[in-house]
């Protein structure tokens, strides 16, 4: 994977990561207000989608230190 590719993927899955977390803090703002098990429910999946949102950006991460490591040991 080329470092232009792993960095967009990185980029990529930290927006989507941001934006999942501006919604997390707009539905437990709903949840303080409101005694719903189904509200529950949708921050608990949200949490969720965001947990794997975060592996993504980690395994990006890890190719783009791969890409880097494979650059610089081609020039030494």
């Known amino acids: 994977m080329s470092i232009e590719t ?3 993927s990185i980029v990529l899955w930290e927006n989507k990561a941001v934006e999942l977390q501006d919604h997390i803090d707009d539905l437990c ?3 303080e207000s409101h005694d719903d098990p ?3 429910k949708m921050i608990h999946r ?3 989608e965001k947990a794997r949102y975060n592996k993504k950006i980690q395994r ?5 230190d791969s890409a880097i490591g ?3 040991s ?3």
Do not use: K, W
């Not at 990006?60 to 783009?64: K, P, V």
């Open 6 to 8: 792993a960095h967009d």
């Open 29 to 31: 703002i709903i949840l």
């Open 38 to 40: 189904e509200i529950e």
């Open 46 to 48: 949200a949490m969720q």
């Open 60 to 64: 990006a991460q890890n190719e783009l």
């Open 70 to 72: 494979s650059i610089l």
């Open 74 to 76: 081609g020039i030494n």
